[in-house]
């Protein structure tokens, strides 16, 4: 017997969405073997050294924009909050993507 005033299990299972957390999980995957290969491979050559360092630190830069994705997702799920979900999801991308650029760049090591 279902209590009053609260869903049941089915409806708030199928409501969730598993993706924002499927992509923090990738995004921190993702680091973490960035992360590996830098200190793995680094001792290689000069030259892997600082293409691996580029790609740790773009790896850590995936993973701040994988970490808020659940955070603005579940934050916003509201019925009414579907414009600011979506433009601080597309404003927090866009920013990823422009401090991933800038990582790769080699003027700003």
């Known amino acids: 017997?279902?209590?009053?005033?609260?869903?049941?299990t089915e409806?708030?299972?199928?409501?969730?969405?598993?993706?924002?957390?499927?992509?923090?999980?990738?995004s921190?995957?993702?680091?973490l073997?960035?992360?590996?290969?830098f200190h793995l491979y680094?001792?290689?050559?000069?030259?892997?050294?600082?293409?691996?360092?580029?790609?740790d630190y773009g790896g850590i830069s995936v993973l701040i924009f994988g970490s808020s994705v659940p955070?603005?997702?579940?934050g916003f799920a509201c019925d009414?909050?579907?414009v600011l979900k979506w433009s601080s999801f597309?404003?927090?991308?866009?920013?990823d993507l422009a401090c991933v650029a800038v990582t790769f760049i080699k003027k700003f090591d």
Do not use: H, W
């Open 1 to 8: 017997m279902e209590s009053v005033g609260f869903k049941s």
């Open 71 to 74: 955070i603005v997702i579940y």
């Open 90 to 95: 597309i404003v927090a991308l866009i920013l």
């Open 80 to 82: 009414g909050a579907s």
């Open 28 to 31: 921190a995957v993702f680091c």
């Open 33 to 37: 073997g960035c992360s590996a290969a």
């Open 42 to 55: 680094s001792v290689k050559s000069k030259f892997a050294q600082d293409v691996l360092s580029r790609l």
């Open 11 to 26: 409806y708030v299972l199928s409501y969730i969405s598993v993706i924002p957390l499927l992509t923090n999980i990738i």
